[in-house]
Nanobody
């Protein structure tokens, strides 16, 4: 499975950015990689869960720190997810990583996720 993320950049506090991630590869369907989402890692900090979605059911989950501000959506036909980030705060500054796994429970733990994208930098200025 290959994950291609894009959409990071610079935004002012209170602004918005939209990330996208497209998954591809033969094993995507073979192993039913249904769950996609995002983690982030700020300098000097551990990688943390941000949001996840089940492409088949549409069920979503969010970290408390982003609830009400970020929205994850997906298209199962395109194996693509998007993360709409609104009301951005300086503390949202991090490298955002797209993730994919067959088990929804794994999407909360960076050490359990099967596949990672290359990371895209989000910088929020105050």
């Amino acid at each position: 499975v290959q994950l291609q993320a894009s959409g990071g950049g610079l935004a002012q506090a209170g602004g918005s950015l939209r990330l996208s991630c497209a998954a591809s590869g033969r094993t995507l369907r073979i192993y039913n990689m249904d769950n996609m989402g995002w983690f982030r890692q700020a300098p000097g900090k551990e990688r943390e869960f941000v949001a996840a979605i089940s492409l088949s059911s549409g069920n979503t989950n969010y970290a408390d720190s982003v609830k009400g501000r970020f929205t994850i959506s997906g298209d199962s036909a395109k194996n693509t997810v998007w993360l709409q980030m609104n009301s951005l705060k300086p503390e949202d500054t991090a490298v955002y990583y797209c993730a994919c796994d067959r088990y929804s429970g794994h999407m909360y733990y960076s050490n359990l996720v099967d596949y990672w994208g290359q990371g895209t930098l989000v910088t929020v200025s105050s």
